[in-house]
């Protein structure tokens, strides 16, 4: 009788200890589940939005859309300040951009390494710039647009989301889902050349296109963009990318990204069978302005060039990043 209540009381204990042992690894799983708001560090992942108008961003071979492996680089600052975040040093962090197709929308990934909002709930902004540059400071940003043969990589934009929420996003935000909207804007200039066949010319193979004496260099400065570009300089010629013309549209068609600023002295150089059309460039256009898209058609007749333009806000063709 004795050795039957030993048994039963050990047959308690172990029951005791495997109910106290299925709380606690309950207790555990739900700690996996659910971040602690105090302690657990919140990653900012990238994710995106639709636009409802058809205005796009110009990136990688999208023509004016994002494309899968579009890369952006990320800051994350103290919110109202140029001060990166020393907590989580979230500082040129490269995010991929993931879509099926070419879209004015994007989800971005961690390319490396992964953002985190600060733990302690300290309020931050996020700037980020595209395209993304290995080694990419938060101050100057280099940019060239001497060579037009890859405009992925001159194509300037920025994007700051203090645009979208001044009073700045937290360690709450990410906990609640609630998505950081960048806004990306143009930071440069683009002229498209619509050219056709005039009088007199039957043909336009062969045609050569430079854009003469603009300034080509420049620095734009991330953590301080409202100046604009500084040091800008480096005259030289340019020659436009020759793109493919949509039917109806123009018998060829060349755009360049360039530089906003004064066109002062700058003309564009039509070449054609030994003859040389000259535009007076700086006449029609005397300043480019940054986010501008300049659209002009040059008639090329054997007398001469006649251009026709229009100008239009290149900065409405942009997309929505969103970081959450």
Same mark, same amino acid.
């Given at each position: 009788m004795q050795a039957l209540n030993s048994l039963k009381s050990m047959l308690s204990v172990t029951?005791?200890? /495997?109910? #106290?042992?299925? %709380?606690?690894?309950?207790?555990?799983?739900? =700690?996996?589940? #659910? @971040?602690?708001?105090? !302690?657990?560090? *919140? @990653?900012?992942?990238?994710?995106? !939005?639709?636009?409802?108008?058809?205005?796009? /961003?110009r990136t990688t071979d999208g023509g004016d859309s994002w494309v899968n492996g579009d890369q952006i680089g990320v800051f994350m600052?103290?919110?109202? /300040?140029?001060? %990166?975040? /020393?907590?989580?040093? *979230?500082?040129?962090?490269?995010?991929?951009?993931?879509?099926?197709?070419?879209?004015?929308?994007?989800?971005?990934?961690? =390319?490396?390494?992964v953002a985190y909002f600060p733990v302690d709930g300290r309020k931050v902004d996020f700037i980020a710039y595209y395209p993304w540059k290995s080694g990419q400071s938060f101050g100057d940003y280099a940019v060239n647009v001497g060579s037009q043969t890859d405009q992925v990589v001159i194509d300037l934009l920025y994007a700051n989301s203090r645009e979208n929420k001044p009073e700045g996003y937290s360690k709450a935000d990410g906990l609640a889902n609630r998505p950081v909207e960048l806004k990306f804007s143009h930071q440069l200039s683009k002229l498209i050349l619509r050219v056709w066949k005039g009088t007199g010319v !039957?043909?336009? !193979?062969?045609?050569?296109v430079v854009i003469k004496n603009l300034n080509t260099r420049a620095i734009f400065n991330l953590n301080n963009p409202s100046g604009g570009l500084g040091n800008v300089g480096t005259p030289a010629d340019v020659t436009p990318k020759e793109t493919t013309a949509p039917s109806g549209s123009a018998d060829g068609i060349y755009e360049a990204i360039l530089l906003p600023g004064s066109t002062a002295g700058a003309t564009v150089e039509f070449t054609l069978g030994g003859n040389t059309y000259v535009w007076n460039l700086a006449a029609s256009i005397p300043t480019f302005e940054a986010g501008s898209k300049y659209i002009y058609i040059i008639t090329l007749h054997k007398s001469g060039a006649v251009p026709e333009g229009t100008i239009t806000l290149w900065e409405d063709e942009h997309g929505l990043g969103i970081a959450e």
């Open positions: 029951s005791l200890m /495997t109910i #106290a042992f299925v %709380i606690g690894l309950a207790s555990c799983n739900k =700690n996996e589940e #659910a @971040p602690n708001s105090t !302690t657990d560090r *919140v @990653p900012v992942g990238f994710s995106a !939005t639709g636009v409802t108008a058809a205005p796009q /961003t600052v103290n919110s109202g /300040t140029s001060e %990166i975040n /020393t907590d989580e040093n *979230v500082s040129n962090f490269c995010y991929d951009a993931q879509v099926s197709s070419p879209n004015s929308s994007a989800t971005f990934v961690a =390319n490396s390494s !039957t043909d336009l !193979t062969g045609l050569s």
